[in-house]
Protein backbone atom coordinates (compact mmCIF):
# COMPACT_ATOMS: atom_id res chain seq x y z
CA UNK A 1 0.00 0.00 0.00
CA UNK A 2 1.26 3.26 -1.16
CA UNK A 3 1.98 6.40 1.16
CA UNK A 4 -0.65 9.09 0.35
CA UNK A 5 1.44 12.11 0.35
CA UNK A 6 -0.68 14.69 -1.60
CA UNK A 7 0.60 18.60 -0.84
CA UNK A 8 -3.16 19.92 -2.16
CA UNK A 9 -4.15 23.55 -1.30
CA UNK A 10 -7.19 25.07 -2.47
CA UNK A 11 -7.04 28.40 -4.94
CA UNK A 12 -9.26 31.12 -5.57
CA UNK A 13 -10.84 31.21 -9.07
CA UNK A 14 -11.84 34.26 -10.93
CA UNK A 15 -14.64 34.06 -13.18
CA UNK A 16 -13.93 35.60 -16.87
CA UNK A 17 -17.43 36.11 -17.87
CA UNK A 18 -21.19 35.00 -17.72
CA UNK A 19 -22.74 32.30 -20.44
CA UNK A 20 -26.49 33.73 -21.86
CA UNK A 21 -28.87 31.32 -22.53
CA UNK A 22 -32.74 30.61 -22.79
CA UNK A 23 -32.62 28.14 -19.88
CA UNK A 24 -33.22 29.35 -16.44
CA UNK A 25 -33.68 26.14 -14.91
CA UNK A 26 -32.00 22.84 -15.35
CA UNK A 27 -35.60 21.57 -16.09
CA UNK A 28 -36.34 21.20 -19.76
CA UNK A 29 -32.14 22.36 -20.35
CA UNK A 30 -30.70 19.83 -23.02
CA UNK A 31 -28.58 17.66 -20.88
CA UNK A 32 -25.29 17.86 -23.85
CA UNK A 33 -23.94 20.56 -25.81
CA UNK A 34 -24.49 17.95 -28.31
CA UNK A 35 -28.16 17.55 -27.74
CA UNK A 36 -28.85 21.09 -27.31
CA UNK A 37 -28.90 21.73 -31.35
CA UNK A 38 -29.51 24.81 -32.82
CA UNK A 39 -30.19 26.02 -29.29
CA UNK A 40 -28.18 30.01 -29.07
CA UNK A 41 -26.43 31.55 -26.79
CA UNK A 42 -23.77 34.79 -26.14
CA UNK A 43 -20.90 34.06 -23.77
CA UNK A 44 -20.07 38.00 -22.71
CA UNK A 45 -16.37 38.15 -21.42
CA UNK A 46 -15.41 40.81 -19.67
CA UNK A 47 -14.50 43.04 -21.58
CA UNK A 48 -10.69 43.30 -20.30
CA UNK A 49 -10.23 39.74 -21.59
CA UNK A 50 -11.40 40.68 -25.14
CA UNK A 51 -8.04 40.82 -26.91
CA UNK A 52 -7.43 36.92 -25.92
CA UNK A 53 -10.36 36.15 -28.37
CA UNK A 54 -8.28 37.23 -31.63
CA UNK A 55 -8.02 34.65 -34.07
CA UNK A 56 -11.22 32.35 -32.97
CA UNK A 57 -12.92 33.21 -35.77
CA UNK A 58 -12.51 30.24 -37.47
CA UNK A 59 -12.70 27.69 -35.23
CA UNK A 60 -15.95 25.64 -35.42
CA UNK A 61 -16.17 24.61 -31.97
CA UNK A 62 -14.88 25.94 -28.91
CA UNK A 63 -14.50 24.24 -25.03
CA UNK A 64 -16.15 26.21 -22.43
CA UNK A 65 -15.13 25.39 -18.98
CA UNK A 66 -17.71 26.72 -16.25
CA UNK A 67 -18.98 26.66 -12.97
CA UNK A 68 -22.44 25.00 -12.63
CA UNK A 69 -23.26 27.55 -9.76
CA UNK A 70 -26.60 25.80 -9.21
CA UNK A 71 -25.78 22.48 -9.19
CA UNK A 72 -26.56 20.41 -5.94
CA UNK A 73 -24.14 19.11 -3.00
CA UNK A 74 -21.62 16.84 -4.96
CA UNK A 75 -22.69 13.10 -4.95
CA UNK A 76 -20.11 10.43 -5.88
CA UNK A 77 -22.89 8.12 -6.76
CA UNK A 78 -25.68 9.30 -8.78
CA UNK A 79 -28.29 8.33 -11.04
CA UNK A 80 -27.62 10.24 -14.40
CA UNK A 81 -30.20 11.40 -16.83
CA UNK A 82 -29.37 9.05 -19.37
CA UNK A 83 -29.68 5.50 -16.90
CA UNK A 84 -31.66 3.96 -14.69
CA UNK A 85 -28.71 2.70 -12.46
CA UNK A 86 -26.67 4.35 -10.49
CA UNK A 87 -22.82 5.20 -10.89
CA UNK A 88 -19.85 6.83 -10.09
CA UNK A 89 -19.82 10.59 -10.64
CA UNK A 90 -16.90 10.85 -12.16
CA UNK A 91 -18.29 7.84 -14.90
CA UNK A 92 -20.63 10.29 -15.81
CA UNK A 93 -20.96 14.15 -16.70
CA UNK A 94 -23.70 14.79 -13.77
CA UNK A 95 -23.22 18.73 -12.26
CA UNK A 96 -23.61 17.26 -8.76
CA UNK A 97 -19.41 16.76 -8.38
CA UNK A 98 -16.44 18.10 -6.78
CA UNK A 99 -16.11 21.68 -7.98
CA UNK A 100 -19.01 21.63 -9.91
CA UNK A 101 -16.93 21.79 -13.58
CA UNK A 102 -18.97 21.95 -16.45
CA UNK A 103 -17.22 21.27 -19.88
CA UNK A 104 -19.26 21.88 -23.45
CA UNK A 105 -17.93 21.66 -26.77
CA UNK A 106 -20.34 24.30 -28.30
CA UNK A 107 -21.00 25.57 -31.96
CA UNK A 108 -19.07 29.04 -32.18
CA UNK A 109 -21.60 31.37 -34.66
CA UNK A 110 -19.57 34.39 -34.54
CA UNK A 111 -16.95 36.58 -32.60
CA UNK A 112 -17.95 40.37 -31.70
CA UNK A 113 -15.69 42.56 -29.72
CA UNK A 114 -16.30 40.39 -25.94
CA UNK A 115 -18.84 38.79 -26.89
CA UNK A 116 -19.54 35.00 -28.17
CA UNK A 117 -22.65 33.91 -29.85
CA UNK A 118 -22.89 30.43 -29.61
CA UNK A 119 -25.27 27.06 -30.59
CA UNK A 120 -25.91 23.51 -29.45
CA UNK A 121 -25.75 25.02 -25.96
CA UNK A 122 -26.85 23.27 -22.67
CA UNK A 123 -25.85 25.68 -20.05
CA UNK A 124 -28.18 27.35 -17.53
CA UNK A 125 -28.50 30.99 -18.27
CA UNK A 126 -25.96 33.62 -15.91
CA UNK A 127 -23.73 30.52 -15.90
CA UNK A 128 -20.06 31.99 -14.56
CA UNK A 129 -17.39 31.48 -17.48
CA UNK A 130 -14.16 29.87 -16.25
CA UNK A 131 -12.24 29.21 -19.53
CA UNK A 132 -12.58 29.37 -23.91
CA UNK A 133 -10.39 26.92 -25.15
CA UNK A 134 -10.29 26.19 -28.89
CA UNK A 135 -11.52 22.54 -30.10
CA UNK A 136 -8.90 20.75 -32.00
CA UNK A 137 -10.13 17.41 -33.34
CA UNK A 138 -6.52 16.30 -32.97
CA UNK A 139 -6.35 16.83 -29.51
CA UNK A 140 -10.00 16.43 -29.22
CA UNK A 141 -11.67 13.63 -31.21
CA UNK A 142 -11.61 10.27 -30.26
CA UNK A 143 -14.22 8.98 -32.75
CA UNK A 144 -14.07 5.41 -31.32
CA UNK A 145 -13.13 5.27 -27.67
CA UNK A 146 -14.92 3.34 -25.92
CA UNK A 147 -17.87 4.99 -23.47
CA UNK A 148 -18.48 2.73 -21.21
CA UNK A 149 -21.92 2.41 -19.92
CA UNK A 150 -23.18 5.21 -22.27
CA UNK A 151 -22.32 2.46 -25.00
CA UNK A 152 -25.71 2.22 -26.92
CA UNK A 153 -27.43 5.03 -25.04
CA UNK A 154 -28.29 7.93 -27.00
CA UNK A 155 -29.01 11.90 -25.61
CA UNK A 156 -30.75 13.31 -28.28
CA UNK A 157 -34.62 14.61 -26.94
CA UNK A 158 -33.48 13.92 -23.39
CA UNK A 159 -33.53 16.93 -21.05
CA UNK A 160 -32.87 17.30 -17.46
CA UNK A 161 -34.97 17.62 -14.94
CA UNK A 162 -34.48 19.05 -10.96
CA UNK A 163 -32.87 16.07 -9.87
CA UNK A 164 -29.05 18.22 -9.58
CA UNK A 165 -30.19 21.16 -8.89
CA UNK A 166 -30.57 23.86 -5.82
CA UNK A 167 -31.65 27.79 -5.59
CA UNK A 168 -35.07 27.31 -7.10
CA UNK A 169 -36.74 30.95 -6.23
CA UNK A 170 -40.42 28.73 -6.74
CA UNK A 171 -41.62 32.96 -6.27
CA UNK A 172 -39.29 33.22 -9.32
CA UNK A 173 -41.73 31.40 -11.57
CA UNK A 174 -44.89 33.46 -12.69
CA UNK B 1 -24.01 49.15 -27.30
CA UNK B 2 -25.88 46.55 -24.79
CA UNK B 3 -24.70 46.77 -21.09
CA UNK B 4 -22.52 44.96 -19.37
CA UNK B 5 -24.03 43.62 -16.11
CA UNK B 6 -21.61 40.94 -15.13
CA UNK B 7 -22.11 40.20 -11.37
CA UNK B 8 -19.09 37.79 -11.41
CA UNK B 9 -17.72 36.94 -7.80
CA UNK B 10 -14.71 34.56 -7.21
CA UNK B 11 -14.91 31.16 -6.08
CA UNK B 12 -12.66 28.62 -3.87
CA UNK B 13 -11.76 25.75 -5.53
CA UNK B 14 -10.13 22.38 -3.76
CA UNK B 15 -8.28 19.85 -5.64
CA UNK B 16 -9.39 16.86 -5.49
CA UNK B 17 -5.96 14.53 -5.98
CA UNK B 18 -2.69 14.76 -7.90
CA UNK B 19 -1.12 13.73 -11.63
CA UNK B 20 2.15 12.19 -11.40
CA UNK B 21 3.59 11.74 -14.69
CA UNK B 22 7.86 11.69 -15.73
CA UNK B 23 7.50 15.32 -16.07
CA UNK B 24 9.52 17.61 -14.22
CA UNK B 25 9.43 20.94 -16.15
CA UNK B 26 7.35 21.82 -18.98
CA UNK B 27 10.84 21.29 -21.39
CA UNK B 28 10.74 18.04 -23.34
CA UNK B 29 6.76 17.65 -22.21
CA UNK B 30 4.53 16.66 -25.15
CA UNK B 31 2.77 19.57 -25.96
CA UNK B 32 -1.09 18.02 -26.14
CA UNK B 33 -2.16 14.11 -24.34
CA UNK B 34 -2.96 13.41 -28.30
CA UNK B 35 1.03 13.37 -28.70
CA UNK B 36 1.89 12.03 -25.67
CA UNK B 37 1.04 8.57 -27.16
CA UNK B 38 2.14 5.87 -24.70
CA UNK B 39 3.53 7.93 -21.84
CA UNK B 40 2.35 6.58 -18.78
CA UNK B 41 1.00 8.71 -15.50
CA UNK B 42 -1.18 7.94 -12.14
CA UNK B 43 -3.82 10.23 -11.05
CA UNK B 44 -4.20 9.44 -7.45
CA UNK B 45 -7.54 10.86 -5.85
CA UNK B 46 -8.13 12.19 -2.37
CA UNK B 47 -9.32 8.84 -0.68
CA UNK B 48 -12.58 10.45 0.32
CA UNK B 49 -13.14 10.61 -3.66
CA UNK B 50 -12.90 6.75 -4.38
CA UNK B 51 -16.61 5.69 -4.50
CA UNK B 52 -17.38 8.49 -7.60
CA UNK B 53 -14.77 6.32 -9.79
CA UNK B 54 -17.42 3.30 -9.98
CA UNK B 55 -18.00 2.53 -13.59
CA UNK B 56 -15.35 4.21 -15.10
CA UNK B 57 -14.06 1.26 -16.12
CA UNK B 58 -14.75 0.30 -19.46
CA UNK B 59 -14.49 4.10 -20.87
CA UNK B 60 -10.96 4.61 -23.08
CA UNK B 61 -10.71 7.90 -22.43
CA UNK B 62 -11.49 10.61 -19.36
CA UNK B 63 -11.23 13.84 -19.55
CA UNK B 64 -8.96 15.66 -16.45
CA UNK B 65 -8.99 19.13 -15.83
CA UNK B 66 -6.21 20.23 -14.26
CA UNK B 67 -4.75 23.46 -12.25
CA UNK B 68 -1.17 24.43 -14.40
CA UNK B 69 0.27 25.45 -11.31
CA UNK B 70 3.94 26.22 -13.09
CA UNK B 71 2.44 27.96 -15.61
CA UNK B 72 3.39 31.83 -15.96
CA UNK B 73 0.72 34.88 -15.73
CA UNK B 74 -1.40 34.82 -17.64
CA UNK B 75 -0.79 36.48 -21.55
CA UNK B 76 -3.68 37.26 -23.40
CA UNK B 77 -1.44 37.59 -26.72
CA UNK B 78 0.84 34.45 -26.90
CA UNK B 79 3.12 33.10 -29.64
CA UNK B 80 1.64 29.21 -28.89
CA UNK B 81 4.41 25.96 -29.32
CA UNK B 82 2.62 24.68 -33.24
CA UNK B 83 2.73 28.56 -34.28
CA UNK B 84 5.20 31.27 -35.06
CA UNK B 85 2.42 33.85 -35.37
CA UNK B 86 0.91 35.41 -32.67
CA UNK B 87 -2.69 34.49 -31.29
CA UNK B 88 -5.30 35.02 -28.86
CA UNK B 89 -4.88 32.99 -26.01
CA UNK B 90 -8.66 32.10 -26.17
CA UNK B 91 -7.98 30.31 -29.54
CA UNK B 92 -4.59 28.48 -28.35
CA UNK B 93 -4.05 25.81 -25.63
CA UNK B 94 -1.58 27.91 -23.99
CA UNK B 95 -1.14 26.96 -20.14
CA UNK B 96 -0.63 31.14 -20.14
CA UNK B 97 -4.46 31.59 -19.84
CA UNK B 98 -7.04 32.98 -17.11
CA UNK B 99 -7.56 30.88 -14.43
CA UNK B 100 -4.46 28.03 -15.73
CA UNK B 101 -6.74 25.54 -16.66
CA UNK B 102 -5.57 22.53 -18.21
CA UNK B 103 -7.72 19.91 -20.03
CA UNK B 104 -6.65 16.55 -21.30
CA UNK B 105 -7.94 13.80 -22.73
CA UNK B 106 -6.01 10.73 -21.57
CA UNK B 107 -5.72 7.20 -22.10
CA UNK B 108 -7.44 5.02 -19.07
CA UNK B 109 -5.46 1.87 -18.66
CA UNK B 110 -6.59 0.62 -14.93
CA UNK B 111 -8.61 2.36 -11.50
CA UNK B 112 -7.55 0.61 -8.45
CA UNK B 113 -8.95 2.11 -5.22
CA UNK B 114 -8.40 5.92 -5.20
CA UNK B 115 -5.57 5.57 -8.19
CA UNK B 116 -6.04 5.92 -12.10
CA UNK B 117 -3.38 4.42 -14.49
CA UNK B 118 -3.46 6.55 -17.62
CA UNK B 119 -1.47 7.01 -20.79
CA UNK B 120 -1.15 9.94 -23.67
CA UNK B 121 0.06 12.53 -20.91
CA UNK B 122 1.23 15.85 -21.12
CA UNK B 123 1.32 17.16 -18.02
CA UNK B 124 3.85 18.08 -15.38
CA UNK B 125 4.44 15.90 -12.43
CA UNK B 126 2.48 16.97 -9.42
CA UNK B 127 -0.27 19.02 -11.35
CA UNK B 128 -2.99 19.58 -8.91
CA UNK B 129 -6.48 17.86 -10.05
CA UNK B 130 -9.66 19.44 -10.19
CA UNK B 131 -12.61 16.74 -12.02
CA UNK B 132 -12.28 13.85 -13.41
CA UNK B 133 -14.96 13.11 -16.47
CA UNK B 134 -15.84 10.03 -18.42
CA UNK B 135 -15.10 10.67 -22.48
CA UNK B 136 -18.05 10.62 -24.52
CA UNK B 137 -17.38 10.36 -28.18
CA UNK B 138 -21.45 11.25 -28.51
CA UNK B 139 -20.44 14.55 -26.45
CA UNK B 140 -17.28 15.49 -26.94
CA UNK B 141 -16.00 14.30 -30.47
CA UNK B 142 -16.27 16.45 -33.76
CA UNK B 143 -13.59 14.96 -35.91
CA UNK B 144 -14.49 17.24 -38.58
CA UNK B 145 -15.02 20.97 -37.01
CA UNK B 146 -12.61 23.19 -38.22
CA UNK B 147 -9.73 24.36 -35.88
CA UNK B 148 -8.77 27.32 -37.42
CA UNK B 149 -4.84 27.84 -37.53
CA UNK B 150 -4.02 24.52 -36.38
CA UNK B 151 -5.00 23.42 -39.51
CA UNK B 152 -2.73 21.64 -41.41
CA UNK B 153 -0.68 21.49 -38.02
CA UNK B 154 0.51 18.39 -36.65
CA UNK B 155 1.42 18.20 -32.85
CA UNK B 156 2.97 15.09 -33.15
CA UNK B 157 6.95 15.25 -32.27
CA UNK B 158 6.13 18.82 -30.79
CA UNK B 159 8.01 19.08 -27.55
CA UNK B 160 7.23 21.94 -24.63
CA UNK B 161 9.74 24.41 -24.13
CA UNK B 162 9.84 26.83 -21.13
CA UNK B 163 8.34 29.70 -22.56
CA UNK B 164 4.98 29.36 -20.38
CA UNK B 165 6.66 28.46 -17.11
CA UNK B 166 7.59 29.99 -13.86
CA UNK B 167 9.12 28.56 -10.84
CA UNK B 168 11.93 26.51 -12.32
CA UNK B 169 14.29 25.66 -9.36
CA UNK B 170 17.61 25.13 -10.82
CA UNK B 171 18.92 23.79 -7.34
CA UNK B 172 16.43 21.32 -8.48
CA UNK B 173 18.72 19.91 -11.10
CA UNK B 174 21.27 16.91 -10.45
Not at 37 to 51: D, R
Request: hydrophobic share 40%.
Amino acid sequence: MGQTRLAISSCLINPIGVIHTPFKYAEGTPIQAAAGKGIQGVVELLPQFSPGLQDLVGFERTWLIYLMDRASAMQLIVCPYMDTEERGVFATRSPSRPNHMGLSAVRLLGVEENRLTIADVDILDGTPLLDIKAYVPAFDSFEQAHAGWYTGKCATGVLADNRFEVGRLDNDQD
